[in-house]
């Protein structure tokens, strides 16, 4: 996130949808809220300083935050800042996927036996070897700082009249350096095939029919550098109104404007050693091992193979107004209507530029060191700035280098309208409390960019209109005064990602050959019918106890479509390809489609005690807990063929807890996070689906309240890791 959470004194989150609430948000709403002036009583000064670190950087970092409010009289004015600065590293092993292929005949060595020599050069289709592509070590370091400011004014003569001008900036900054040594040269283990120099020496090939690991000779070994500078800045400018008209007739407006923009730069220098003995085994391990026959530490066996640098830029803009009337014919009963206005617009593009300097002794001194953060092994990376001022290169990019499809402009732009009958009263003995209502919208959207064609890549204006009514029902019984029970049902929708919709396509290039991530303008936005129950206990303060369900059923559900195809039957140039490759290299082509539907269920069970039953001190303990069984899935779409997956980032069961101990004086809490395993990508390369392991995360903290004003705070997380 751009902000500081400290920006926000309140959080609204809303699980089931009422026609009140903006259109979009099919697994609820989140609303942030900013302090404003009249929530304190008079002039207030707050302010809060951390310092933070970790133990790979060992660097203190900052966090602050500042807050001053007053008021006189009808007018308040509040400002605040927030400002933090973090460092993270990440290091370990990698591979680039894992991809069936063959060996060449005379790239199999005699002291294969028989039967694996068969298998890694005559098998065919999916009886080929599984192999890991380019063996890599890797180190990426991170420094993060984030800027926050708001700004309010705020009229509030009485209950009746309450008006607002919220202005917000945010600034993230993210510089990072990443070191990678690999099997990745012009004769290495990244491609398809292997068909160059090298030559595979033993072998170990699992039950999966996977190399778990392997000696190969004649294999070309590349280094990489790569700073990249990152910066985002939003702006927000927002007025909001309310009005008593009459005692029972309430007037809400609402006007507001966004933007953002975000930048990214990067330049890359590959070195390359070539003709190597190299070996990686343990691949079925977490922890995998490579060795090499030389020094990847000697600057002498390192050459420069090739330069790059990009810049891309994405900008997107919003403009929304609403107005709301409320009448209260009595005290229990309420009548809402309203309309909203919303365009948003998104752009964006990626200028790239590569030189290739392999075998042409570009520099007498290539500008090296040797890797200078946290990493498996030591090596020889270059100095990225010095090697470009080497070369004459500033890095510098502009139209000219524009990338092939990448740029585009999307505009959405959507009308709506609601109403809604909200009730408050009882049935015998029993408190009812419910909301009826429906929203339409109607929403044009407008895509720009390029398509391809039998002739190319051409311009392309792609127009997509949709509409539809939402209605919406919820309802809770007050059973007892300790009983809630509650109902909801409901249809909402989730439009796709702006970025989703674009008429444009991402090209990645590697040496087995890459990636096409294309847009399509005619997504259709995710449509739920949703219905939802649950029982809740409420012990006074001290507890509480829920148990719900849920069941969602989505139309139109957007899914992805992945192919392997020839890059000649992509339609984008073949300049775009790395030097030495041609179109017959095999391309993964993956874009979003409108897929059939897909369904979600689900049981939700929470609760919280304060242990106020035992004897103090003990009393001050206390627990949270929530568990979650979520269960959905839908057919994602390889070369045409569906294949049943669960859904994207839905894990199976989570899993939180808190065990807290509050007093006056001092208090401390320790925290649990833990999921089962999720699916994160599609996967490619006759891979299907790409997922992430389960994981567990404890986090703790604890406080001393020196005075009133003044409390001391330390924190500590992801304390297993």
Do not use: C
């Amino acid at each position: 996130s751009v902000f500081a959470s400290e920006l926000f004194n309140k959080v609204v989150i809303e699980k089931s949808y009422a026609s009140e609430q903006d259109e979009g948000g099919i697994g609820g709403t989140v609303s942030l809220r900013t302090a404003k002036p009249f929530d304190y009583a008079g002039r207030t000064l707050v302010a809060n300083a951390k310092m933070q670190t970790n133990q790979y950087t060992k660097t203190l970092t900052p966090r602050v935050v500042a807050l001053s409010s007053d008021r006189w009289g009808d007018f308040g004015a509040l400002v605040s800042v927030a400002y933090s600065s973090a460092e993270t590293i990440e290091w370990g092993y990698r591979n680039w996927n894992w991809s069936q292929m063959n060996f060449g005949a005379k790239n199999v060595g005699p002291d294969i036996s028989a039967a694996d020599r068969d298998l890694l050069v005559n098998a065919k289709g999916d009886d080929r070897v599984w192999n890991s592509r380019a063996q890599t070590y890797g180190t990426w370091f991170n420094k993060r700082d984030r800027l926050g400011l708001t700004g309010t004014l705020q009229y509030h003569p009485n209950n009746r009249i309450d008006v607002t001008l919220d202005v917000l900036y945010g600034q993230l900054t993210n510089n990072r350096d990443e070191y990678v040594i690999g099997n990745a040269g012009t004769n290495g283990l990244s491609a398809n095939d292997v068909k160059g120099t090298q030559v595979i020496q033993n072998v170990t090939v699992d039950e999966h029919n996977s190399i778990t690991g392997a000696t190969v000779s004649g294999v070309d070994v590349r280094s990489e550098s790569k700073p990249t500078r990152d910066r985002t800045d939003f702006w927000q400018v927002a007025l909001n109104g309310r009005t008593m008209l009459t005692d029972n007739l309430e007037l809400t407006g609402l006007g507001g404007w966004s933007a953002s923009k975000f930048d990214s730069k990067w330049t890359r220098v590959y070195l390359e050693a070539v003709d190597h003995t190299v070996s990686f085994s343990g691949l079925e391990t977490e922890t995998p091992v490579n060795t090499y026959d030389f020094d990847p530490t000697n600057v002498s066996a390192w050459d420069l193979q090739s330069i790059q640098a990009r810049e891309d830029r994405i900008e997107s803009s919003f403009y929304t107004g609403k107005a709301g009337l409320k009448w209260m014919p009595d005290s229990s009963s309420a009548f809402k209507v309203g309309a909203e206005f919303k365009q948003f617009r998104n752009s964006g593009y990626r200028y790239n530029a590569t030189a290739n300097y392999e075998g042409k002794n570009a520099l007498a001194t290539i500008p090296t060191m040797v890797t200078n953060y946290k990493s498996a092994i030591p090596y020889i990376v270059a100095n990225v700035p010095a090697t470009f001022a080497a070369l004459g290169q500033d890095g510098e990019l502009d139209a000219s280098d524009l990338s092939a499809g990448t740029n585009y402009t999307v505009k959405e732009r959507t009308i709506a309208a609601f109403a809604q009958y909200d009730l408050d009263t009882h049935i015998g003995g029993i408190g009812l409390r419910a909301n009826l209502g429906v929203r339409y919208y109607n929403t044009r959207l407008s895509s720009e960019g390029t398509s391809v064609t039998n002739a190319g890549l051409v311009p392309v204006t792609i127009i997509n209109k949709y509409d539809d009514f939402l209605p919406a029902l919820n309802v809770a019984f007050d059973v007892t005064r300790n009983l809630v029970v509650r109902f909801s049902a409901n249809r909402n929708i989730s439009r796709p990602a702006l970025g989703d919709l674009s008429a444009a396509a991402t090209v990645r290039v590697a040496g087995f050959g890459g990636t096409i991530s294309a847009g399509n303008p005619n997504l259709t936005p995710y449509t739920a019918d949703s219905v939802e129950g649950s029982v809740e206990y409420y012990d006074g303060k001290r507890g509480f106890l829920g148990v719900g369900v849920f069941y969602k059923k989505m139309k139109s559900f957007v899914t992805s479509e992945t192919s392997t195809v020839p890059y000649s039957e992509t339609g984008y140039p073949l300049d775009l390809l790395e030097e030495g490759q041609d179109g017959s290299i095999i391309f993964n082509y993956t874009r979003p489609v409108n897929g059939p539907g897909a369904s979600i269920r689900g049981v939700e069970v929470s609760a919280r005690r304060d242990f106020d039953f035992l004897p103090a001190p003990l009393d001050g303990f206390g627990a949270i807990a929530n568990m979650t069984y979520a269960d959905g899935s839908s057919d994602v779409l390889f070369n045409g063929v569906p294949v049943e997956l669960s859904l994207v980032d839905l894990s199976k069961w989570s899993y939180n807890a808190t065990l807290y101990y509050d007093t006056e004086r001092a208090g401390a809490r320790v925290s649990m996070a833990s999921r089962s395993r999720y699916r994160k990508g599609t996967g490619g390369n006759n891979n299907i689906g790409e997922y992430f392991a389960p994981s567990t995360v404890f986090d703790a903290t604890a406080y001393f309240n020196v005075a009133p004003a003044i409390q001391l705070r330390v924190e500590a997380m992801n304390l297993t890791d």
